[in-house]
């Protein structure tokens, strides 16, 4: 009743009960086990804001109450019926996912089935993915069959009370493993610092209203919106190359007021991603993060990236990339987390990506990972642009002259005067490597006032081809 618009809620399978009539009475069934514990239906989410037509969702929500939400015999024939009409009517769906998993004793199926495991439940759900927005949504324990549909959702959004797992406690103590208490079993601490949960909450009320602001970004432009005064633009970046600052409250200045949704802060902190509107019309944000790393990138950053690109591309929102790295993250440690496997997702998945995608460079553009940050390249994207604190190179320009002036350096025994070349080589290409130069060569676009940002976004959206669901070449969201 929270998610859906008034009365627009219709409910399918609501006298369903469990598969257990051969050892239980009807009448017991159905006080404890109403609608076989999965409560499936049509309704409308914020329909009010974007008409009807826009509005319609397929709600299946499992209900932790009757039977610790676990997965039935005529709750799987439920879905796989709801699951097709979400594909063939092309309904987003919203899943609440609270629950243990597949339930033994369910007597009533035992003459028709065996395992199981010819169910089409998870491959009906996993075929959405890509096709129309798939949401998922944890207030409590969230385990094995439950967790599987979860983990197909574009984007999971969990209270700080849920925990989730491949396995529960039954199945992790049938298998020898051990004694644990569900609250010990994929905790939000664990949850949100690895990637699996994208959005953390306090509670089932915000995660409600939570899912409502992330489906609406899919849902189209709003009409009416606000925006703080872009003049604050231009000081959001330190005089200072030196000196870190914070990029979100950059992007909350940049979007219309309020509607900054961020995703996965926790993990891969050196990247942000996100969702936001310029002029009402919603956009994906994905931006280095000075403060952590420098906003190097690295590989649970560039697996965040990526995973946004493919969530937008499927869906028709159109990417701003902002830009400050001193690129992809080197190093034997981070070589062990397979980094070059990691980061070479966004060249790849940044090459295939059709929606329109805009680069805006707000401080450093060094290396590979400046190419990544513009998909590929700086002629890659619709423009790309630098604010006047845009400053390039090949690599870091310290390092440049480092290696690039090594046996110059070494020659003098003066450490002074050692240093004192040092320091004018790297403000030599400091200055070849200045936003306007690179302007003046045309391997940037433009080096634009920050406060006209907003402007030259919706200038390029305007220009840009209109979007249709076909052009998107990539058929589905990775889970990861």
Known sequence: MDLCDAGSFIEYGALAIAAQRGRRSVEDLISKTPTDGMIAGVGSVNGAQFGDDKARCMVLAYDYTVLAGTQGYFNHKKKDRMLHLAYEQRLPLIYFGEGGGGRPGDVDAEGVMVAGLDLTTFGAFARLSGYVPVVGIVSGFCFAGNAALLGCCDVIIAAKNSSIGMGGPVMIEGGGLGVFKPEDVGPMDVQTQNGVVDIEVEDDVEAVATAKKYLSYFQGATSSWKASDPLKLRTMVPESRKRAYNVKTLIKALADTDSFLEIRPKFGPSMVTGLIRIEGRPFGVIANNSMVMAGAIEAEGADKVARLMQICNA?????????????????????????????????????????????????????????????????????????????????????????????????????????????????????????????????????????????????????????????????FIDPW
Not at 319 to 348: N, Y
């Open 315 to 475: 869906h028709g929102l159109p990417i701003l990339s902002l830009c400050d790295t001193p690129g992809f993250m080197v190093g034997p440690e981070i070589e062990k987390r397979a980094q070059v496997r990691h980061v070479c997702r966004m060249f790849v998945i940044g090459s295939h990506i059709t929606v329109p995608y805009f680069t805006i460079v707000l401080r450093r553009g060094y290396g590979l990972g400046a190419m990544a940050m513009a998909r590929g390249g700086f002629h890659a994207s619709f423009f790309t642009a630098a604010w006047p604190s845009g400053e390039f190179g090949g690599m870091g320009l310290e390092g440049a002259v480092k290696a690039g002036f090594k046996k110059e350096l070494a020659a003098i025994e003066d450490p002074q005067k050692r240093e004192e070349l040092y320091e004018f080589l790297v403000g030599q290409l400091y200055e070849r490597g200045k936003a306007i130069n690179m302007a003046a060569h045309l391997e940037i676009d433009a080096v634009i006032d920050p406060a006209d940002t907003r402007k030259w976004i919706m200038q390029g959206l305007k220009s840009a081809p209109a979007w249709k669901k076909e052009d998107a070449c990539h058929s």
